[in-house]
């Protein structure tokens, strides 16, 4: 098996065969953001996935009571820890001034530590990054009939779609999808001030206001059971939407 | 409800409202803090007089169009509360800032001189 031999003070090297030249160029400079609280079950496994194609990984865990930021060093990742628990809004803002300290960053991807996102979804993302006129491009579960979720959610996610159109003027089609790839314009300009699950409608409204060229990319999302009974509950839409316009 | 009634409760309400919103779109600094003090003061000052003068609560209740002197209160204590809740809420959004911001700068600080989040365990990938 070919081994490309990386710089060993790195996080871990990709090794994937698969990957053309160009792809492996595009991946050395881009950073996988990974908020991390509590999943020491499937961290470990995700990130030693993920390094096959990204060398740069950084968790930020998030004030977890378990074994998830030792799983996540031991698989190769770089772990910065929050003092407090602060959540995953506050993990993916600490995690890009982190990866952005890197000079030779350029693209930045949010991604999931629990396994629901695809690794190949990300590299074709920053692909487009890296060649089309964009600044970010956001993960969408709806541009295809890949991703299956539940009536009520598929219908309360529809609902958060509307919304988010009318209030920032960005026309997505995915409300809430944590799979995003960001150049480093949009990466060192975007401000996440909602620390909880409200930051995902924030960061679209930050597109809207920084006028941010975006495009959205057709994603799978694996929802597996423990994914599904980690995820975010319906119920969360109201304390999102009262965060929105109490901030 | 008669027709004297309906102009009273429109002025009654319009006071309120400029009362409301003077409490609950409170200014940042010392201004602010200024009034809201002062506010408070006021509405102990009055709830000692009631206390002592309780017919007096009744007449201006009466001539402002309002039941009794106790609905009175209890309308203006509703006001105060909720400018309270507001600014108290807004105040703690404010320190969650804060305290984000020290948490983040702790935790990049921590992470940028550690040694073990830039060099990994011998572990890596071992296939």
Known sequence: MDYESNDTTRGGSPMSTGMSAADRAIAERTWLVIPLFNEATVVGDVIRHATETFPHVVCVDDGSTDDSADAARRAGAHVVHHPINLGQGASLQTGLRYALSDTDAEYFVTFDSDGQHRVEDALDMVRRLATEPV?????SRFLDGRTKPGAIKRLVLKAAVVFQNVTSGVRLTDAHNGLRALSRDAASSIRVTQNRMAHASEIVNEIGRLKL??????????????????????????????????? | MDANQILIKTVLITIFAVLGLVILLPRRGARGMAIRR?????????????????????????????GRGTDLLLYGLIVVFLGFAVTSSAHNRRLDRQI???ARQIALTDAHTSPDTQKPTEDVNPK
């Open chain 2, 100 to 102: 984000t911001d020290l």
């Open chain 2, 38 to 66: 002062l506010t408070l003061l006021l509405v102990m000052v009055s709830a000692v007089i009631a206390v002592i003068f309780p017919d007096l609560t009744n007449s201006v209740a009466a001539v402002l169009g309002v």
């Open chain 1, 135 to 139: 600044d970010i491009v956001v993960g």
């Open chain 1, 213 to 247: 060229r975006y495009a959205e990319q057709p994603v799978h999302i694996i929802y597996t059971d423990y994914s599904r009974s980690k995820g975010q509950s319906v119920w969360n839409s109201v304390n999102i939407i009262s965060d929105l316009i109490f901030k």
